[in-house]
């Protein structure tokens, strides 16, 4: 009897055992809290995620452009309805687009993966002898920047929004808008503590970032992650966002000196700019400081995507094979924008014949077949790996949001409107430098020198000027929208527009969704 | 197909050697569902003369399986044909031969096309219907000879940015059933009969039983074959929609266009282009006469100590339009040994290979894909450009098939009244798809892909049973039993685009190792080869015990005990423990019926009980997660950021929290059975309620925390209602003129009982669906709609604010929706919960007539109480936003030429209005969806008396046509009010139902 108690229980042990053991299925499809935050991989997984989530926050249902260039734009929509009430600045229209724009979960989604990696990275700390102390400040400066820009460019679409700092994991609790001064104020604060922290280039023996970067070559992280001059760049847009353009020009300043000099950067010319392989290409074996901040669709990644690139909008017949194109820049606008002579980027001579295209012919511009009905905007036309034949609708456009050529003419917008006139005439000029080159013919002038420089009587009052030459240089990077705005809060001569500042008719409405999830949240006073 | 030969091999083998006995015992091993059936149900009732014929699988055993009234309606038709009436149809799935068949059971066919998905609902859906995930959480488990058989897992879902088909072959695995096999059908609703299956069963379970060796040398042969041929169609050019479009642009434009930027469609807009504007003739390329064949021969034989059954066939089914069918070959081999008086041994595979011939719709092309072209020129209904069209996937392929394969070995130990029973069985299936599209299907990009995909289960089961007779008034019958379960699914998926040539249509490598370019590519650019791999796998451990108790033969009761632990679950919460309560009551054994001549039968029994749901996604037991996925509308592969993988929460999938515990489901019935009339009239009535607890559900929130949704427990979805099967010998067999009428019914009331978190309401399935506590999950969500507005001034004007919709104000040639809540504004509040996506009563209706050896049947199916939303007509109607959208969604097929539906229901508002007027979420497109079909007609003659004079060996010899869908009754005005899938949005891409004429003949040597 002994013995069969005894083997019995011998016998459930087993069976117990092997039962937990059955039971026990690690999923491998999902990475649970036992087997994460405990390596140096785990970190760079997660610093990558950051990164990863800002892009597609930006990319999704290309709302970066239709932020910024498709409402009140230059763009007008030929077919697609939903994008033509985001033209008129009708947001509140019943369209899926409409409505997913008007979704901030994803910029949210940036945040809480940075709170959860500043709360939990100092677990990889340590765990992992190979996480050093410098990798670790330098990635909680990426994180902590990426942070402060999607408070920023959430600010700058609906206003007022939750200020969140910590991820809350597992008792999310509903949070009302906070002011967006002082989110703005957040964001120009942590991106300055951030940028101080940051290396001017990774994997290049930089003091705050020695050795190699999580075992990276300089050209392989070139241009896609951010920088000390990144940084600074951005909170240019931070500050001038809030119309403190003193703090415009300390930032501006640091970036126009030190882009050579710790930086590796040059401005861009315009072919370069136009080239499928030119700034808005990245490859992980050239370096691409050129790309100041901006996320990159790394075509030998296979990251190149149907949608989520201005490319999917604007382009169209004759360059790649869809008959119509989403957004296109009407004629009319095309030869009041461009009506300056000289211009690289456009240019057209009295008998109408156009000597830039972006297409054919060895000068390069902005636009191709300006003759057909629908002009097409090929400034950035990255198609498969920069080498498409346009059958296929493949892109892989960098997402770039400041470059050198922005910093200056920001730099340029300030001065002005702090009545500087010749510095901000000044830089204006280091732009035009590099864009108004060119002779009747459209071929590119032999000295450097030898350029269309600024004068009231070709280009008008000098604020405008400034403004006008964003509007061209920035066209399709997603800037124009905030370019007016700023324009308008400073010119308070346009009473329609300043209507709609008044009544908080520049933000977006708050997606329905979102109201009806969090009972804290109000609807912004011009969409109600 | 190698099993299939190793299997033939194996069947020759054995009859070729074996001498065939002729004894009268053999050896079997008996099916676990027989032990653990449930309560006596001793007399099944059954019509016609065999009213003695027992269940082959019975034999063996001492408590035979209670057979639930469907079972029985089932299994016992007139003449002990049953099953056998049912693999007289030209079916293929498990579905279509259960449709209209077992009282509530429903079954959805969302097309015709022959090997698609197809879905069944016992007693209603237990979850909201959004996806095909939800409609995998639904589906009955399906029990093949005591094997469970493994379904599609729908996680590969995950990587489609249009889940419109499943990635892979995408073949219906439940077409592996050969009903020329089967010996029995039971459909299993409640607990008192489902339990014994355990969580994976909480939706019913359906047993196939399998027919047996015998000790007579038998030899089958059936056959039958026949054509399909399409319903006719009207068609429609370009000149039709160019004025049904002209009547939009004459009322609310005095330009012909709607603002400068308006582009009218090229295809439409130049009258002399005879590919649109000449004859609509492509449907004589598209629907074809197709045929349907199937071939079947089994041979049993051997004696009591070893027997052995070996069958092979070939189905074939094809499908209407567009070429499509469905070829199955399956063989099936069964061995029973008996080496030792207690011992006995029996081991069973059956295997299918399937091909499929899919549609070549142009929507399911660019979703597999994953690529829109530029979509402004439709496929052209003129025959030559539609001939020229067609052309071109001839050269490319695009080949389908599948592998399905059930085994089994048993083992039977019988010491007197205890008996052991251990079985190890094995489910597997797996999937091949291989596509190649040349570049002219693609605007000059052509694409390559290839699927390989399996599921497995493997089970053992092993299950104890001991009777105890205290004496002849009291008698026990204890059970124990235990069961490992190992599923796992994985698939390796690769698809690359613009190959170098059309004429190298497979990825081929590189195969030189000493060169530097050893495996790459040769046609095809490595940045446009993507690669996919992904598996889950998951685990379950049961442990139950039974006591059956009858007293007097005339009270039964019977109580289980389970314990079920999964590794879905999470460790904190593995285990879940439930109990089944089971009693019945047979009346007629009572004294004061015993002598009643009227009532030959009455029986009485009900359970009440509780079970666990078995959670299927393997992320949930994970707790708080990391995933890779990064991706965004338009581009959910997307591998990492700067070439490195990420891992970040699951953002878009939800946030998974800690202690997320099983859900169950409580359930308790209440039925009677009974035979009435001198056993002319036969009546089954069961009451049920069956409530869905405690299950997951995404709950959109903590969107400032970044997730869409929040996963929580906590929802609860009741059905209730009832099962009805009444039969009639309105005249007797033994007449010269016999006519069976049997009409089955499901009534099922279907609420929402619970949210988590208390919540009242939740808008789920991207705004498209409202859940409301009290109301029915299958309703839409719906705006109300009472006409037009014929000029601004009609608008409503509240306190100088005109009406808006979502915050636009209202004008002439907007619809005038009803504003529920008064506040002159019309937004998601003033929709309403109407209609239902599945039926609230349904059923079939049988007739049998026969007359000498004539027999006719008529079987009759039928839907009450159900709607669909004409998402067919509302695109339609949505002409002017859907030209402009280059998505999937604005994929016109060949069928955008056929003419449906009824264009003058419907008003003539202003397309371009951005209220969208032509939304589909309004009662406008709601129709009535309540149908009666012929399903089939068949005529039969019985040729045996004939065929022994000349051949004296012959048992049977019965000849038989028929027709299926013969016609349909319905108001419905689109196609065919079957045609939608469990959502009810008739998208207009089911295809038809066609008329299908066979004959055939069944032979018993």
């Known amino acids: 009897m002994k013995k069969i108690i005894l083997l019995s229980l011998i016998f459930f042990t087993l069976i117990a055992d092997s039962c937990k053991k059955t039971l026990d299925v690690n999923s491998p499809r999902v990475v649970n809290e036992t087997n994460y935050w405990n390596t140096l991989e785990d970190a760079r997984a997660a610093l990558m995620g950051v990164y990863g989530l800002t892009r597609a926050a930006l990319a999704d249902n290309n709302g970066h452009w239709l932020y910024g260039d498709v409402r009140m734009g230059n763009f007008e929509s030929p077919i697609r309805q939903d994008l033509k009430a985001i033209i008129r600045n009708d947001l509140n229209a019943s369209y899926p687009v409409v409505n997913q724009l008007s979704n901030w979960r994803r910029f949210y989604a940036i945040v809480n993966s940075a709170n959860i990696f500043l709360e939990r990275i100092a677990e990889v700390k340590a765990k992992d002898l190979r996480y050093t102390s410098n990798n670790m400040t330098v990635d909680v400066a990426q994180v902590r920047f990426l942070r402060a820009f999607a408070y920023f460019y959430m600010a700058r679409i609906w206003g007022d929004v939750p200020l969140i700092l910590t991820s809350r994991d597992g008792t999310f609790e509903n949070r009302a808008r906070s002011d967006q001064n002082a989110v703005l104020a957040y964001a120009q604060s942590e991106m300055e503590a951030a940028a101080a922290a940051l290396p001017y280039l990774y994997s290049n023996q930089d003091l705050q970032q020695p050795g190699l970067y999580y075992g990276q070559s300089r050209a392989f992280w070139s241009g896609s992650l951010v920088t000390k001059l990144g940084a600074y760049a951005m909170l240019c847009h931070v500050a001038a966002w809030q119309g403190k353009y003193i703090d415009v020009i300390r930032y501006s300043k640091f970036v126009l000196t030190n882009y050579n000099v710790f930086g590796n950067l040059s401005y861009t010319s315009t072919p370069a700019l136009c080239s499928s392989t030119g700034l808005f290409y990245a490859n992980p074996n050239s370096v691409h400081d050129n790309q100041l901040f901006g996320f990159s669709f790394t075509w030998n990644n296979q990251d190149a995507s149907f949608s989520g690139n201005i490319e999917s909008l604007v382009l169209a017949s004759p360059v790649v094979n869809k008959n119509i194109p989403d957004i296109y820049v009407p004629k009319d606008s095309i030869l009041s924008i461009f009506k300056e002579p000289n211009d690289s980027r456009f240019n057209i001579d009295t008998t109408g014949t156009v000597h830039a295209d972006a297409i054919s012919g060895n000068k390069v511009g902005y636009f191709t077949n300006f003759l057909g009905k629908y002009p097409i905007f090929a400034k950035i036309n990255v198609q498969l790996g920069g080498n498409g034949d346009g059958t296929f609708r493949l892109f892989s456009s960098t997402i770039l949001l400041t470059r050198l050529e922005d910093v200056t003419l920001l730099q340029a917008e300030a001065y002005a409107v702090l009545g500087e006139t010749a510095l901000a005439t000044t830089d204006l000029n280091t732009v035009r430098q590099i864009r108004y080159n060119v002779d009747q013919q459209g071929l590119t002038n032999q000295n450097a020198t030898d350029y269309n420089a600024y004068s009231l009587a070709g280009s008008g009052p000098l604020l405008e000027a400034i403004f006008r030459e964003r509007q061209k240089e920035l066209m399709g990077e997603g800037q124009h929208w905030y370019d007016k705005v700023r324009y308008e809060k400073i010119k308070q001569s346009n009473p329609q527009f300043l209507q709609l500042i008044n009544s908080g008719g520049i933000f977006w409405p708050i997606s329905r969704d979102l109201l009806a999830q969090n009972p804290l949240l109000t609807q912004n006073s011009y969409w109600k | ?1005």
């Open chain 2, 1 to 1005: 197909m190698r099993i299939i030969a190793i299997i033939t091999f194996l069947g020759v083998l054995c009859t070729t050697t074996y001498s065939f006995g002729n004894a009268a015992m053999y050896a079997r091993v008996s099916n676990p569902t027989s032990i653990k059936g449930g309560l006596k149900h001793k007399k099944s009732v059954r019509v016609g003369q065999d009213t003695t014929r027992k269940a082959a699988d019975t034999a063996a055993v001492g408590i035979p399986p209670r057979k639930s009234p469907i079972a029985t309606r089932l299994v016992s038709k007139t003449d002990s044909l049953g099953v056998e009436k049912l693999s007289r149809a030209p079916w293929v799935s498990l579905q279509q031969y259960l449709k209209g068949e077992a009282a509530g059971v429903y079954v959805n066919e969302p097309t015709s096309e022959p090997g698609t998905i197809q879905n069944m609902f016992i007693h209603g859906t237990s979850q909201p219907l959004l996806s095909a995930r939800e409609a995998y959480q639904t589906q009955p488990l399906v029990v093949l000879d005591g094997v469970p058989l493994v379904a599609e897992h729908p996680y590969a879902f995950d990587i489609q940015q249009y889940k419109y088909n499943r990635i892979g072959p995408d073949i219906n695995t439940l077409t592996n059933i050969n009903m020329a096999n089967i010996e029995s059908v039971e459909v299993l609703k409640g607990l008192n009969a489902t339990a014994i299956y355990g969580p994976k069963g909480a939706n019913g379970v359906i047993v196939l039983t399998s027919k047996g060796a015998g000790t007579i040398r038998r030899i089958t042969f059936d056959s039958y074959a026949g054509v399909v041929s399409p319903n006719a169609v009207t068609t429609i050019n370009g000149r039709f929609e160019n004025d049904f479009r002209k009547q939009f642009y004459n009322k609310y434009t005095s330009t012909g266009s709607f603002s400068n930027n308006d582009t009218y469609p090229l295809f439409l807009s130049d009258s002399l282009n005879n590919a649109f504007y000449g004859p609509s003739n492509w449907t004589n390329l598209y629907y074809n006469t197709s045929t349907v064949y199937s071939v079947n021969a089994s041979i049993s034989g051997g004696d009591e100590r070893a027997n052995f059954s070996f069958q092979i066939g070939d189905t074939k089914m094809g499908g209407v339009a567009d070429n499509t069918n469905l070829n199955r070959y399956n063989a099936r081999f069964l061995l029973n040994m008996k080496p030792l008086n207690w011992f006995t041994f029996s081991a069973m595979v059956t295997a299918n290979y399937e091909l499929r011939d899919r549609n070549k719709n142009v929507r399911d092309r660019l979703a597999q894909v994953n690529y829109i072209p530029d979509l402004s020129t439709p496929i052209a209904p003129e025959e030559s450009k539609y001939r020229s069209y067609l052309a071109q996937f001839d050269k490319g392929f695009d080949k389908n098939k599948e592998n399905l394969v059930t085994g089994y070995i048993k083992a039977l130990i019988e010491l007197g009244k205890f008996r052991f029973v251990s079985t190890f069985g094995v489910d597997y299936n797996e999937g091949y798809r291989d596509i190649f599209y040349p570049r002219t299907l693609l605007q000059n990009t052509n694409y390559a892909s290839d699927y390989f995909g399996y599921n497995q289960r493997i089970t053992i089961d092993n299950v104890a049973t001991y009777d105890y007779d205290l004496n002849a008034n009291n008698k026990f019958h204890f059970t124990l039993g235990n069961q490992f379960q190992y599923d796992f699914y994985r698939y390796s998926y690769d698809y690359a685009y613009k190959g170098s040539t059309d004429f190298i249509k497979i990825n081929l490598l590189n195969s030189d190792p000493n060169k530097s370019n050893y495996l790459t590519s040769q046609v095809f650019q490595s940045q446009l080869i993507y690669k996919f791999l992904d598996k889950t796998k998951n685990n379950q451990i049961s442990f139950f015990g039974k006591a059956d108790y009858s007293l007097k033969e005339k009270y039964n009761f019977s109580l289980l005990l389970r314990a079920d632990g999964s590794s879905n679950q999470q460790p904190t919460d593995r285990w879940f423990y439930s109990p089944v309560l089971s009693a019945g009551w047979d009346i007629k054994k009572e004294d004061f019926l015993k002598d009643s001549k009227s009532i030959s039968a009455l029986n009485l029994h009900g359970s009440v009980g509780r079970m666990g749901r078995y959670e299927n996604f393997d992320n949930y037991g994970q707790g708080p997660q990391y995933t890779a996925f990064i991706g965004f509308t338009g581009n959910l592969i997307t591998p990492g950021y700067n070439g490195i993988a990420t891992l970040s929460r699951p953002y878009s999938a939800g946030y998974v929290p800690y202690n997320l515990k099983w859900a169950y489901t409580d359930q308790a019935n209440l039925g009677i059975d009974g035979e009435f009339l001198n056993k002319r009239l036969f009546l089954s009535l069961e009451g049920y309620y069956k409530h869905d607890k405690n299950m997951l559900l995404g709950v959109p929130s903590a969107a400032e925390y970044g997730y869409t949704s929040v996963i929580r427990n906590g929802m609860a979805i009741r059905n209730t209602g009832i099962d009805a099967t009444i039969t009639g010998v309105i005249l007797p067999s033994d007449s010269k003129v016999s006519w069976t009428s049997s009409l089955n019914m499901n009534f099922n009331h279907n609420t929402l009982t619970a949210l988590p978190g208390g919540l009242n309401q939740l808008v789920v399935g991207n705004g498209s669906k409202l859940l409301k506590v009290g109301e029915s999950v299958d309703s839409y969500w719906l705006l109300t709609n009472q006409g037009i507005y014929n000029s601004d001034a009609e608008v409503p004007t509240v306190a100088g604010k005109k009406m808006t919709y979502n915050g636009i104000i209202m004008k002439t040639g907007d619809p005038r929706w009803l504003d529920v809540n008064g506040d002159n504004q019309i937004t998601d509040a003033d929709r309403t919960l109407k209609g239902h996506a599945l039926p609230t009563v349904s059923g079939g209706w049988s007739n049998d007539f026969s007359y000498k050896k004539w027999t006719l049947g008529l079987n009759f199916y039928y839907n009450i109480g159900r709607q669909l939303l004409n998402q067919d007509m509302a695109n339609r109607f949505d002409f002017y936003n859907r030209e402009g959208l280059n998505d999937i969604s604005s994929v016109k097929e060949v069928t955008f030429w056929e003419k449906r539906g009824d264009y003058s229901k419907y008003p003539i508002y202003n397309p371009s209005s951005a209220v969208a007027p032509y939304q589909v979420n309004q009662d406008l497109f709601l129709e009535n969806a309540s149908f009666v079909k012929l399903r089939t007609l068949s005529l039969g003659y019985d040729l045996t008396s004939q065929m022994k004079k000349k051949h004296p060996n012959i048992r049977k010899f019965y000849i038989y046509g028929s027709v299926s869908n013969v016609f349909t009754l319905t108001k419905y005005t689109g196609q065919d009010p079957e045609l939608a899938d469990y959502t009810g949005y008739d998208t207009g891409y089911g295809m038809q139902f066609p008329k299908t004429y066979i004959i055939g003949v069944k032979a018993d040597f």
